[in-house]
């Protein structure tokens, strides 16, 4: 850190460079973008808040201006008008990632602005007299939302003459670390090498393996400069090379360290700039590399020529670089029938990459195995880099109720006429949806009418078909037939259930010629209804001579009481 003119004049040209950004900002939202707008209006009260509903605004592209091209200001040509003395609503929704952080808004107002990120009021703006950037905002980053919906709202305002405004958002990722301070490099010290030691092939295998940092200083010097850990004779040179890979996508290379007192600084044998420090000024090299410098995924080389003017001297040097967030990949949109009243259960797989981690968990809310409920549920899986960079993605699952319910009905009913009119016919229907439980259940015969379990059914065959519906409006039905015998019929079916008795030890013949008789009375059979309503008495009395458990008797109990009631239903039928 030599005293003379020398030194003052480079210390002098370090002040005029200045120090680079730290790193390259991405962008959020750029210039000329869309954005929802009142002009020359006045919104409702919340406009400003992230869930205020502002579908009804227009849609209109920035710069908002009255200028045109070629203005006196030299502002970009509008897209949209902003009249004179006029007043522009605007909203931005945008998304940031995981990891962003230190969002920052810049553009050009005139004449004021008023700017909220989130509802958060982040500062009032003025601008005239031709000014431009005259809107700065590092919004906190306790406004942001990562991974989310963010909402930057602004009221530009317009006193007189020129208008204009237009606004972009940058934000700041994770960096990833290509080399750290206190690393080796091959190094010359004190010695000059052969021309091209700044290329990327240049073989350096002959130089010194050396660990940074370079310095003269050691521990607890003038500077408080960490202790070299490898000499730098005050008045000499350092020549160092570094090689380092880079993974496929990286981008925005920044070298960041300190030099006392000069470098000069190459990638991959370009140029860089020179850096200049002294007075124990430190972060004196602050480069960021263009990408076209660089070649990711693959091997790079960043050159330095430090030298020292007397005193004390000072070198070290670190690297830093931008990946792409995780690619998160989701399975497509799924439709799934739901199961029971609460939804379905969804299995999936999802998975995320990174050019920096390989392969990464991604981690989905709800998860894979979750019971998604009916409608419409967004499932969002995210991944995260070593450096804490995110990525996301999003699928919909979709539960919906399109099973009808399972109607039970009984099979087939087929019962005697009590009456002209038919007989009461009781039966039991049902209904399980999976979904709703159990709906209820209706009846109608085919001809339209409603039936209940206990309506009388006419004489013949009716089909009785059941329906029931869910919550979700699907129908299910089922049908049986109920048969209701004629007289005749029933006659016919009185010998078919006497021949099914058996009868050891006695004969139902008698029986089985009385009914022969009621059948040949029928009016079908050429009788008339007065002549088999004759025909039961004695019917009647032979069933009961046959029944009982003595000797002889060939019908039990319950066969006589079954009997019995089948002719009382058909002398109910004839209307004896």
């Not at 999976?434 to 109608?444: D, I, L, Q």
């Not at 089922?478 to 079916?493: G, I, W």
């Not at 059948?519 to 019917?539: D, K």
Request: a negative charge; glycine letters at 12%; charged letters at 15%.
């Amino acid at each position: 850190m030599g005293l003379g003119s020398l030194l003052t004049a480079l210390v002098a040209m370090a002040i005029a460079a200045g120090v680079a950004a730290a790193d390259t900002p991405a962008t959020a939202f750029a210039y000329a973008t869309t954005w929802q707008t009142v002009i020359n209006g006045h919104p409702s009260d919340g406009w400003e808040q992230p869930g205020f509903d502002d579908t009804s605004w227009s849609d209109d592209r920035a710069p908002f201006g009255n200028g045109g091209p070629g203005n006196f200001c030299g502002f970009p040509a509008e897209h949209t008008a902003f009249p004179e003395n006029g007043t522009v609503y605007a909203r931005k929704t945008f998304t940031l990632p995981v990891g962003a952080t230190s969002l920052h808004l810049d553009g050009s107002i005139d004449n004021a602005a008023d700017v909220y990120v989130n509802g958060h009021a982040v500062g009032s703006f003025g601008g005239g007299s031709c000014a431009q950037g005259s809107i700065q905002v590092d919004v906190p980053d306790g406004y942001v939302k990562q991974d989310g919906r963010n909402v930057v709202a602004v009221v530009a305002r317009d006193f007189g003459s020129l208008s204009f405004f237009d606004l972009r958002g940058t934000y700041h990722l994770q960096s990833a670390t290509a080399f750290g301070f206190a690393t080796r490099w091959r190094a010359l010290v004190d010695d000059n090498p052969s021309g091209g030691w700044e290329q990327a092939g240049f073989d350096d295998a002959a130089w010194g393996d050396d660990q940074a940092p370079f310095g003269n200083g050691g521990p607890g010097n003038d500077c408080g400069f960490p202790a070299a850990n490898t000499g730098f004779p005050e008045g000499s040179s350092v020549y160092a090379r570094k090689t380092f890979t880079l993974p496929a996508g990286a981008t925005s290379l920044h070298l960041d360290g300190t030099i006392d007192n000069a470098a000069d600084v190459y990638v991959n044998g370009t140029y860089e700039g020179s850096y200049f420090g002294g007075s124990c000024d430190k972060g004196t090299i602050q480069v960021d590399v263009p990408d076209g410098d660089l070649n990711p995924d693959g091997s790079n080389v960043v050159a330095v020529v430090a030298t020292d003017f007397g005193s004390l001297s000072f070198f070290d040097l670190r690297g830093t670089y931008h990946v792409p967030p995780p690619t998160v990949t989701v399975p497509a949109d799924q439709t799934l029938e739901a199961t029971g009243p609460s939804g379905a259960v969804d299995t999936f797989t999802a998975s995320a990459s990174s050019a920096l981690d390989g392969s990464l968990p991604a981690d989905c809310t709800p998860a894979s195995g979750s019971t998604f409920p009916l409608g419409t549920s967004a499932v969002r899986c995210t991944a995260i880099d070593s450096v804490g960079n995110g990525g996301s993605a999003t699928f919909n699952v979709t539960v919906r109720d399109t099973t009808e319910p399972a109607v039970t009905v009984p099979g087939d009913i087929a019962v005697d006429a009590t009456s002209s009119a038919g007989a009461p016919v009781t039966f039991a229907a049902s209904a399980r949806d999976a979904v709703s439980g159990a709906p209820s259940v209706a009846c109608r015969s085919d001809d339209g009418a409603p039936v209940a379990s206990g309506d009388v059914l006419r004489i013949g065959t009716t089909t009785v078909t059941c329906s029931a519906s869910d919550d979700a409006g699907n129908a299910g039905t089922a049908s049986f037939k109920v048969l209701v015998r004629s007289p005749d019929q029933a006659a016919s079916n009185l010998q078919a259930v006497l021949t099914s008795f058996a009868a050891p030890g006695g004969s139902t013949s008698a029986i089985s010629d009385k009914i022969n008789q009621l059948i040949a009375a029928m009016p079908t059979g050429g009788g008339s209804t007065a002549s088999a309503c004759q025909t039961l008495t004695p019917l009647n009395n032979q069933i009961r001579a046959r029944t009982g458990p003595q000797p002889g008797k060939t019908l039990t109990g319950a066969q006589s009481d079954r009997l019995l009631a089948i002719t009382k239903d058909i002398a109910g039928s004839l209307g004896c």
